[in-house]
């Protein structure tokens, strides 16, 4: 009488379908991990753009500018907007956060100078935001002459490097303010 048992060969078989189905798995995980990774820095990019944009979005809508002096043309940090962020190789330049806060702080002595009384807004770079989470950014603050709108673009990274290839956060302000008498 014969006893039924499993063959070498199927254990094996065996073996290989299990092996393949465990690293599959653990690929997954890696896979779970940089995804992680990469929800932590949108969060922190979404939170940073917030805490620069919206003070800006408030100053420039101030109800207290005149149209005589908001209609001057302004772009921060110049024409060539997020061109000012690379270097004549097309590598993004050292510590682009810093221009980020010239353009921020221009922008907010601009319109603190063109505002008729005090703005009810945080003028100053919001840098506590920034520290501590590792993050470059850069900012863009274009306002063509005669137009009543202002444009305002935010990119957020931890790799200075990759600055410009990450996702772009925009909003348009138009002039809420006083007509000229």
């Known amino acids: 009488m014969m006893k039924k048992a499993f063959t070498l060969i199927e254990v094996n078989l065996a073996m290989l379908i299990m092996a393949g189905g465990i690293l599959s798995i653990v690929g997954l995980y890696a896979f779970g ?6 929800s932590r820095e949108d969060v922190a990019a979404t939170t940073l753009a917030d805490s620069v944009i919206s003070p800006l979005v408030m100053a420039i809508s101030a109800t207290n500018l005149k149209w005589s002096v ?9 024409e060539r907007a997020w061109g000012d962020y690379v270097n004549s190789k097309g590598v993004v330049t050292q510590n682009p956060e810093s221009r980020a806060e010239g353009v921020f702080s221009s922008t907010m002595s601009w319109i603190s100078g063109a505002a008729k009384g005090p703005l009810n807004v945080k003028t100053a770079f919001p840098s506590a935001a920034l520290n501590g989470t590792g993050m470059s950014c850069g900012l863009v603050v274009q306002h063509d002459e005669d ?35």
């Not at 908001?70 to 110049?78: G, L």
């Not at 673009?153 to 007509?179: H, I, K, N, W």
């Open 70 to 78: 908001f209609r001057q043309e302004r772009f921060f940090p110049s």
């Open 147 to 181: 137009s009543a709108v202002v444009r305002i673009s935010f990119r957020a990274t931890r790799l200075p490097g990759e600055l410009l290839s990450m996702p772009l956060f925009y909003t348009e302000v138009r002039f809420q303010g006083l007509p000229d008498e």
């Open 33 to 38: 991990f940089r995804e992680n990774r990469h």
